[in-house]
């Protein structure tokens, strides 16, 4: 399986959330992305991962807070620019099935993006679909049918075509391959991670599968009620994940191998409402390693490794990587 | 759909089918009324209140007219307010209904002026519309239009809110699909199946009402015979002439028949979720 190469040189993040609002809060969410870069933001179910995604697109409307896209804020865009700025940054939805309108063939629904934006128009516009079509794997003359004709895999791919069809330079993938047969998601991740390479866009991954998260990912951003707690390179945060959170969710991935055994950290009881979250540091109702502190203060977003952000009290900086139970805390 | 042969469609779909050869038949009627039928309007008394006879198939009123004639061609009345009430109302509701689905600031004047208009008995509405003007066929159609726009409203509008949570309606607006289009391309196909299911209901109900006003005589003018006032102009008779008023009954209740009956299988056909509850 190819691997996505790493930006070639820093540039200004493309994608940046400040303390972003949505009737809940999903605060101090710096989605810094360098350009042809993959981030992955990951989490449990209902933590925001999702809503930060649309509201990149604002397709939710932030209740406060602010988002930057290429060091342009877009938060109080007028409809207009809008418009202009959704040209920049597309989206691959997750469900192939209700993300594509059935009573539109799959040529009008790649093409019209295109139409939209004036990118081309008749004839035109049927030759940039068909090639299109060609790049994600599907043939031409699929075109003229129509969402249902097609398989699930299929489907993803018209919807990444879509994405593609007005050259977007920031790609807002949320769990785009959650709906798909194992077998089939391996397909579409490659597919993904060709398109990345090949147009050099940036993608903003959400997930909360850890196995696709680590195959086509560069930077993974870990959320937890709504806030990020940990970010960190790939690598960094497979070989020694800093915040107990993103530790328990390390260790609760299976390893595709029944003789090997491990620690696990199994956390206890549910996650508090994100409407009411728990005062100072939001996980403290469930870490197994909470101190007095946890509970009145809330732990900054800090660098305390080179490139590895984190968001807890026991990680000094500057203090040695390791496991938090060696630690003492 | 896999391509299916017209009887393969027959067996599946007996409501359609026997309800639009119901409406083929009275629509054909209705057209070819002034070739098949005599004048029915002209006055007869030598013939008054005959029985229905070779002559005078269904018999004849107490002004001796040809309740024959006047039955087919009282097909034309009720069809042109059934489907003309049906394609107003519809029409009318969709683009409210659009509107109110979509933007939340004309969905909360717009939906309390709907509240406004159900709460006049319709009735008594087509009764105030037709004192204030003169009698007439639209008079008749606007009168029973109005009380029945609200409900297609209500429907659309509630088929628009939940298309618009739908992930496509998101991608459209993503991939930059301004409003207007919007509504034409993703929102509008995707309402038109309950909505043509409703507005046959709404032609029954108008053919209905219609007879219903007439009777009373609030509806048609006396000299366009509809099915209603040709009720009620016989009713004095009932007894010695019941054929002048069970016979335009038959056929009322005939066509109200073959219009529910064609948007039963309308719904089952367009609506899968519904489809095979029996």
């Known amino acids: 399986m190819s691997e996505p190469k790493p930006p070639a040189a820093p540039a200004r993040p493309s994608l940046e959330v400040f303390d972003l609002v949505k009737h809940f809060p999903i605060r101090k969410g710096v989605f810094g992305r360098r350009a042809g870069e993959v981030r992955a933001v990951d989490g449990e179910s209902g933590c925001g991962k999702s809503t930060v995604g649309r509201a990149a697109l604002k397709l939710v409307e932030p209740t406060s807070g602010r988002i930057v896209v290429a060091g342009a804020d877009v938060t109080g865009l007028s409809?207009?620019?809008?418009?202009?700025?959704?040209?920049?940054?597309?989206?691959?939805?997750?469900?192939?099935?209700?993300?594509?309108?059935?009573?539109?063939?799959?040529?009008?629904?790649?093409?019209?993006?295109?139409?939209?934006?004036?990118?081309?128009?008749?004839?035109?516009?049927?030759?940039?679909?068909?090639?299109?079509?060609?790049?994600?794997?599907?043939?031409p003359e699929a075109m003229r049918k129509y969402p249902h004709e097609f398989s699930g895999g299929q489907r993803q791919r018209l919807g990444i075509a879509r994405a593609l069809a007005v050259r977007p330079e920031i790609i807002v993938a949320d769990e785009p391959v959650s709906a798909l047969d194992v077998s089939v998601q391996a397909q579409v991740l490659n597919l993904l991670i060709d398109l990345q390479e090949e147009y050099g866009l940036a993608f903003l991954f959400v997930s909360h599968d850890l196995a696709v998260m680590r195959h086509i990912s560069h930077r993974i951003a870990v959320m937890y009620l709504g806030r990020i707690v940990e970010l960190a390179d790939k690598r960094a945060l497979f070989r020694q994940p800093l915040h107990p959170y993103t530790e328990a969710l390390l260790s609760a991935a299976p390893i595709p191998d029944?003789?090997?055994?491990?620690?696990?950290?199994?956390?206890?009881?549910?996650?508090?409402?994100?409407?009411?979250?728990?005062?100072?540091?939001?996980?403290?109702?469930?870490?197994?390693?909470?101190?007095?502190?946890?509970?009145?203060?809330?732990?900054?977003?800090?660098?305390?490794?080179?490139?590895?952000?984190?968001?807890?009290?026991?990680r000094d900086v500057g203090a040695p990587p390791g496991p938090l139970a060696a630690a003492g805390a | 759909m896999p391509p299916q042969g017209p009887w393969t469609f027959v067996r599946r779909n007996p409501t359609i089918v026997i309800g639009g050869l119901l409406m083929l038949f009275l629509v054909a009627i209705a057209l070819a009324a002034p070739w098949i039928a005599g004048d029915p309007l002209k006055l007869a008394p030598v013939n008054r209140l005959r029985p229905p006879s070779e002559r005078f198939w269904f018999g004849t009123d107490q002004f001796g007219r040809d309740v024959y004639a006047r039955t087919v061609h009282g097909a034309r009345v009720s069809l042109v307010v059934g489907f003309s009430v049906a394609i107003a109302a519809s029409l009318i509701g969709l683009a409210v209904g659009l509107l109110c689905g979509f933007y939340r600031a004309v969905d909360a004047i717009a939906m309390r002026i709907m509240d406004g208009i159900m709460a006049i008995p319709s009735i008594l509405l087509a009764i105030a519309l037709i004192t204030l003007t003169r009698p007439g066929l639209w008079v008749v159609i606007a009168a029973i239009v109005i009380p029945e726009v609200p409900r297609i409203v209500r429907l659309t509008r509630s088929v628009v809110l939940s298309l618009r949570a739908?992930?496509?309606?998101?991608?459209?607006?993503?991939?930059?699909?301004?409003?207007?289009?919007?509504?034409?391309?993703?929102?509008?196909?995707?309402?038109?199946?309950?909505?043509?299911?409703?507005?046959?209901?709404?032609?029954?109900?108008?053919?209905?009402?219609?007879?219903?006003?007439?009777?009373?005589?609030?509806?048609?003018?006396?000299?366009?015979?509809?099915?209603?006032?040709?009720?009620?102009?016989?009713?004095?008779?009932?007894?010695?002439?019941?054929?002048?008023?069970?016979?335009?009954?038959?056929?009322?209740?005939?066509?109200?028949?073959?219009?529910?009956?064609?948007?039963?299988?309308?719904?089952?056909?367009?609506?899968?979720?519904?489809?095979?509850?029996?």
């Open chain 1, 258 to 314: 029944p003789a090997r055994r491990r620690r696990r950290v199994v956390l206890q009881g549910d996650v508090p409402s994100p409407a009411n979250p728990p005062p100072g540091c939001r996980f403290h109702t469930r870490c197994p390693y909470a101190v007095a502190r946890c509970r009145s203060e809330d732990p900054p977003l800090r660098e305390v490794a080179p490139g590895q952000h984190v968001a807890c009290h026991l």
């Open chain 1, 79 to 139: 409809p207009r620019a809008m418009w202009e700025h959704r040209r920049r940054i597309q989206t691959v939805f997750q469900d192939p099935y209700s993300s594509l309108n059935p009573r539109l063939s799959a040529g009008a629904i790649v093409g019209e993006p295109m139409e939209n934006y004036g990118l081309s128009r008749g004839r035109e516009t049927e030759e940039r679909v068909a090639a299109l079509f060609q790049r994600v794997g599907l043939r």
């Open chain 2, 166 to 278: 739908q992930p496509f309606i998101e991608a459209a607006i993503a991939g930059g699909t301004r409003t207007p289009r919007l509504l034409l391309r993703h929102i509008l196909p995707n309402t038109l199946a309950p909505l043509i299911v409703q507005s046959t209901y709404i032609a029954a109900s108008a053919i209905l009402t219609e007879a219903g006003l007439s009777f009373l005589g609030v509806g048609v003018p006396p000299e366009i015979p509809s099915w209603g006032n040709i009720i009620a102009q016989g009713r004095s008779f009932f007894l010695i002439a019941p054929w002048s008023i069970l016979i335009p009954g038959a056929f009322l209740a005939v066509m109200v028949l073959g219009v529910n009956m064609l948007g039963d299988g309308l719904r089952d056909r367009l609506d899968p979720r519904l489809a095979r509850r029996m």
